[in-house]
């Protein structure tokens, strides 16, 4: 079946420093992924997504790419803020179960000033 | 647009008892999936509606079902409550059209149960 591999929490940063959050996948034929966020006491919001190899998906300076080679779908981010602390869902949405989303155990990110 | 909604944001039960979710999805949306967040098994796919219809459906016990209505509503109903179905329960919409779809989340309901 379908599974998603993030690296494990907590990553602690200083404010201004690069981010890393390693996600790896297993899964036939080719997934969608997504990079989703949650803040303490909310749901889930997506941050980024990519539906095809190589696709790069991008928002508020967060960055992911699709790389089918080495099934990866790695989150970064040149320049942490403070208010990106928070925890972060790597996920896939199989072929053929479009609406099924296969989550990570989730990376929590704090960043401190 | 308005987003996602679930009712109730939080409910105490006891064991034994049953409770129901709500979710109403973002209008034009027709899919609703709804998942369980816990600390130690994260996040996990309950059942999708499309069209009023069961289209998947995780590996849960009988004791959870759902449903949804014809304007796209769904609710979740947990029967025979156990400590173990103490969770966030996640609601998220989206257009159900493939290849894929952007899911959009609720807040979420806090169900404990003692």
């Known amino acids: 079946g379908n599974s998603v591999t993030q690296m494990e929490g907590p990553v602690t940063l200083s404010e201004e420093a690069f981010l890393t959050i390693n996600c790896t996948y297993t899964a036939t034929g080719y997934p969608s992924l997504f990079w989703y966020v949650q803040y303490p006491g909310e749901g889930l919001q997506l941050l980024l997504k990519?539906?095809?190899?190589?696709d790069k998906g991008s928002n508020k300076g967060f960055e992911a790419t699709y790389r089918k080679e080495t099934t990866s779908f790695h989150l970064e981010k040149g320049s942490v803020q403070v208010s990106d602390s928070a925890v972060y869902f790597c996920a896939l949405s199989g072929t053929g179960t479009a609406s099924k989303l296969t989550f990570g155990t989730g990376t929590r990110l704090q960043v401190t000033l | 647009k308005a987003g996602v909604t679930q009712t109730p944001r939080y409910l105490i039960k006891t064991r034994g008892q049953q409770v129901t979710l709500s979710c109403s999805p973002i209008s034009g949306h027709r899919s609703v999936s709804w998942y369980q967040q816990t600390p130690g098994q994260g996040l996990q796919f309950l059942f999708e509606y499309f069209s009023e219809t069961q289209r998947n459906k995780g590996n849960f016990p009988g004791r959870f079902s759902g449903r949804q209505f014809s304007n796209s509503r769904s609710e979740m109903n947990v029967s025979t409550l156990e400590l173990g179905d103490s969770a966030l329960y996640l609601c998220?919409?989206?257009?159900?059209?493939?290849?894929?779809?952007?899911?959009?989340f609720g807040p979420g309901t806090r169900l404990t149960v003692l």
């Open positions: 990519a539906t095809k190899a190589d």
């Open positions: 998220a919409s989206s257009s159900g059209t493939a290849p894929y779809n952007e899911q959009f």
